[in-house]
């Protein structure tokens, strides 16, 4: 059974950080390109970063600079490094296939980036 679990949302002041996981189960992981998506309120759901199985990362441009995507194979992990937060990254982030297969969309991490 594939399964996506992702943590490490939180509250935090603009300019802050944080870092995201997204456990993985039920894939060979390290054959697939994953990928992190946001959703904020009244907006559809959009990809942030996504890692293909080859090391090639890619970015939307409103992160650039500021967020990482990486992944641990042995662990089936995936990992969104994000700094310099700011509350237009407010978002629910969710991990999936890169592209995404609905039927695999987690309950997502929520990310409040507010003073």
């Known amino acids: 059974q594939v399964q996506f679990v992702e943590s490490g949302g939180g509250l935090v002041q603009p300019g802050g950080s944080l870092r995201l996981s997204c456990a993985t189960s039920?894939?060979?992981?390290?054959?697939?390109?994953m990928g992190w998506y946001r959703q904020a309120p009244g907006k559809q759901r959009q990809l942030v970063a996504a890692?293909?199985?080859?090391?090639?990362?890619t970015y939307v441009d409103s992160v650039k600079g500021r967020f990482t995507i990486s992944r641990d194979n042995a662990k089936s992990t995936m990992y969104l490094q994000m700094n310099s937060l700011k509350p237009e990254d407010t978002a629910v982030y969710y991990c999936?296939?890169?592209?995404?297969?609905?039927?695999?969309w987690g309950q997502g991490t929520q990310v409040t980036v507010s003073s």
């Open positions: 999936n296939f890169a592209p995404p297969r609905g039927e695999f």
């Open positions: 890692d293909t199985s080859g090391g090639t990362t």
């Open positions: 039920g894939i060979i992981f390290s054959m697939y390109n």
